[in-house]
C-alpha cells in the first residue's frame, strides 16, 4: 500500500501530494514542524507535542490553521490512512502561498498543513539502539532562536550528513564556550562520575525536547539526580554514560565521541534503563 499524506484538507498518494512553489515554507523556511511517535496508533506525549507546536505558531505570529481538536483529528486520520501501528507522524505548517516578499503577506495568506506519516520497526530500532551509537561534534552556528521549531533546519541537515560520513549516528552540537548545546536533531545528555544525569538547561538555545521534558520527570520519580546546566565537550567524553533523546530516537546510548570512547565504551546502565522506562511510559500513555 502506498503511503498516504495530508495537504490543505486533501489525502493523497504522496506521490501525488504537493504545495505550491511560492511556499514560505520552500523560500524562508518560514513554517513550523512536530513530529511525533506513534504507538499502537496512538500519540505518544500527545500533550507537550501540541503545547510546544503552538509555543512555535506563536513566536512566528502563525495563525494556527485549525483547533487542536480538528488538528488532533487530521493527524490520527493520517495514521489511519497510512495504517500505521508503530511508526512518526510529521506535521508541518508554514505561513502560506504568497508572490516573493521577505515581509509577510498582509492581509495574512491560509497557513500550509501538511501531514506525513511512516511506520518503523520499534523493535529492529530498539535492537540497533541498544548497541549504542557513536557521535562526532560541530560547532553550533545555528540562529538564535532554536527553541522556535522551525523548519529551518539547514546547519542540522549538515552536521547530521557529516555525522553519516564520519560513521557516526549524529553530530553533538558545541557552542562557542565549549558546551555541548544538543545534537543535529536530538537532545544531548551524560551521566557523570557522581551519577548525576545532565543536560542543557532551557534557557539555553536548544529545542525545549519533549522527550527530554518526560525523560526528566521519569528520573526525578526515580530518584535519579538530574541537573540542567551547561556541560563541555570534556566533560562529556570523561562521562560515565552519554545519550540523547527525541521522538523519533526515544533514548539512544552514546558510546564514543569524536573518536574517544564513552566509559567502558558500551550503552551505560543508568541510559538503558532510562530508555526501558521511557518506551513503556510512553506507550503507557499514548493517546
Ligand atoms: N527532532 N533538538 C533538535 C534540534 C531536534 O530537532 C529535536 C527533534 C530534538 C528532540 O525533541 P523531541 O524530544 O521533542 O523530539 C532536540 C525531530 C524528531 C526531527 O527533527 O525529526
Not at 544538543?182 to 539555553?204: C, H, K, P, Q
Request: proline share 5%; glycine share 8%; aromatic share 6%.
Amino acid at each position: 500500500m502506498g503511503r498516504i499524506a495530508y495537504v490543505n484538507g486533501r489525502y493523497a498518494p504522496l506521490s501525488e501530494a504537493s504545495v505550491h512553489i511560492e511556499d514560505r515554507g520552500f523560500q524562508f523556511a518560514d513554517g513550523v514542524y512536530e513530529v511525533w511517535a506513534v504507538m499502537d496508533g496512538r500519540l505518544a506525549d500527545h500533550a507537550g507535542h501540541f503545547s510546544r507546536l503552538w509555543r512555535s505558531l506563536g513566536e512566528l505570529q502563525i495563525d494556527p490553521p485549525m483547533s487542536e481538536a480538528a488538528l488532533d483529528r487530521v493527524l490520527r486520520e493520517t495514521i489511519r490512512r497510512n495504517r500505521i501501528k508503530d511508526g512518526i507522524v510529521y506535521l508541518q505548517i508554514t505561513r502560506g502561498v504568497a508572490r516573493r516578499d521577505h515581509a509577510f503577506p498582509n492581509p495574512a495568506v491560509a497557513p500550509t498543513v501538511v501531514i506525513t506519516a511512516k511506520p518503523q520497526d520499534f523493535a529492529a530500532l530498539d535492537k540497533k539502539a541498544r548497541a549504542g551509537t557513536r557521535v562526532i561534534t560541530r560547532p553550533d552556528n545555528r540562529w538564535g532562536r532554536c527553541d522556535v521549531k522551525t523548519v529551518g533546519l539547514l546547519p542540522n541537515a549538515l552536521a547530521k550528513q557529516a555525522a553519516k560520513e564520519a560513521g557516526a549516528g549524529e553530530a553533538w552540537l558545541v557552542d562557542a564556550d565549549g558546551y555541548v548545546t544538543e545534537g543535529s536533531s536530538t537532545n544531548a545528555w551524560i551521566v557523570d562520575a557522581e551519577g548525576r544525569l545532565r543536560t542543557r538547561d532551557t534557557g539555553a538555545n536548544i529545542l525545549r525536547g519533549i522527550t527530554r521534558l518526560t525523560l526528566l520527570d521519569l528520573a526525578r520519580e526515580c530518584q535519579v539526580e538530574v541537573v540542567e546546566a551547561p556541560f563541555t565537550l570534556a566533560e562529556a567524553k570523561a562521562a560515565k554514560e552519554a545519550f540523547f533523546t527525541a521522538a523519533s530516537a526515544f533514548l539512544t546510548p552514546v558510546t564514543a565521541i569524536d573518536g574517544e570512547q564513552v566509559g567502558d565504551g558500551l550503552p551505560g546502565p543508568v541510559t538503558l534503563r532510562l530508555r526501558d522506562l521511557y518506551v513503556r511510559r510512553a506507550r503507557e500513555r499514548a493517546i
